[in-house]
């Protein structure tokens, strides 16, 4: 069975840090690229960032780069998602996601030809 278990949301304040890992099993990580997704109230889901387990490639969306950093871990099959100076327009629900491939880009991670979610985690930050 195919899980994407993420864990690590919650409140924090504007400025404020915050880690989702994204725990993995039922597949052979290396051979998806894994990424995050995130959903705010009222808004369509959009892609936060990826990463190819392959080859460690990483990539960002243009509202979250140089305050987010994404890493893998394939011993653990676990992808992390390390967010720093978290602002309110950061507010979503967060979404590991995976699509089979040794390298994909970001743009081309949609909502609809995604092979994995996660459950989804909240984080909310507090102005």
């Known amino acids: 069975e195919v899980q994407l278990v993420e864990s690590g949301g919650g409140l924090v304040q504007t400025g404020g840090s915050l880690r989702l890992s994204c725990a993995a099993s039922?597949?052979?990580?290396?051979?998806?690229?894994i990424g995050w997704f995130r959903q705010a109230p009222g808004k369509e889901r959009e892609g936060v960032s990826c990463?190819?387990?392959?080859?460690?490639?990483?990539e960002y969306a243009d509202s979250v780069k140089g305050r987010f950093t994404i890493s893998s871990d394939n011993t653990r099959n676990t992808v992390y998602l390390q967010m720093n100076s978290l602002k309110p327009e950061d507010t979503a629900v967060y979404y590991c996601?995976?699509?089979?491939?040794?390298?994909?880009?970001?743009?081309?991670?949609?909502?609809?030809?995604?092979?994995?979610w996660g459950q989804g985690t909240q984080v909310t930050v507090s102005s």
């Open positions: 990463i190819s387990t392959f080859y460690g490639v990483t």
């Open positions: 996601v995976a699509k089979r491939g040794l390298l994909i880009s970001l743009s081309s991670l949609t909502s609809h030809n995604i092979d994995y």
């Open positions: 039922g597949f052979t990580f290396t051979d998806y690229v």
